[in-house]
């Protein structure tokens, strides 16, 4: 199964219709807030536990405090986080920290609904995962259970690069042997979204497994 999409196009000279078609052979999901859920905000709770000033920016300093490596031990990435914040690295708060990582994982579940919408999407395309996230959140998608579903995965501390830098969007189509116009890139980040864009791939805002779907099936013949 191949999603077509037709750009039209009324050449004003010639009155000629011309048709610009696109094939896209892969979807690509995120993640986090995508295809799983805390429950909560891990960031945004380290964010108030320390009474950081909440700034434009803060989210890829976190991100890259703790996602672009291969840690350890937690201990040792919750002592990054830490220095990076200009916090004190102390046994309590490295505790803190840890547990607050620990908890994340532990609680980290699916969304309803999203497995049926996976294995009905890899009857017709290959399925890809392309994720910010540290080594051992990552850890979730074979503990869930879900990682039969996707050709090829790349997570940022693999590669050393977060979405939305294009050179993550073009590994990604790069492991699923397809160019990034021939993928579709799914979501919950505005600016991921339009960084799939940039990088030459099609891509829609995740905001619910319900619209999710309605947006597939609107899409996808």
Not at 3 to 24: E, M
Not at 57 to 70: F, I, K, M, T
Not at 120 to 132: E, I, K
Not at 148 to 163: D, M, N, Q, Y
């Amino acid at each position: 199964m191949k999603f077509v999409l037709a750009l039209y196009n009324k050449q004003s000279i010639y009155y000629s219709t011309v048709f610009y078609v696109l094939v896209i052979r892969a979807i690509v999901f995120d993640l986090w807030g995508t295809l799983v859920h805390k429950g909560f905000s891990v960031n945004g709770e380290l964010l108030r536990h320390f009474k950081i000033r909440s700034y434009h920016g803060y989210l890829n300093d976190y991100e890259s405090s703790l996602q672009l490596r291969r840690w350890r031990s937690m201990d040792g990435m919750s002592r990054e986080f830490l220095k990076s914040f200009g916090l004190s690295i102390n046994q309590k708060n490295v505790r803190y920290v840890t547990s607050l990582f620990r908890k994340g994982i532990n609680q980290a579940c699916l969304y309803e609904g999203i497995l049926e919408i996976l294995s009905s999407l890899r009857r017709g395309y290959c399925l890809g995962l392309l994720s910010n996230t540290s080594v051992f959140e990552s850890r979730v998608v074979s503990r869930l259970g879900f990682r039969p579903f996707f050709r090829a995965t790349v997570f940022s501390w693999e590669i050393g690069v977060l979405k939305p830098s294009k050179e993550a969007f073009v590994e990604i189509a790069s492991r699923l042997s397809v160019k990034p116009k021939e993928c579709l890139f799914i979501d919950d980040t505005k600016e991921n979204v339009l960084g799939a864009r940039r990088a030459g791939m099609k891509a829609i805002r995740f905001t619910s497994v319900k619209n999710l779907s309605k947006q597939l099936n609107r899409v996808i013949p």
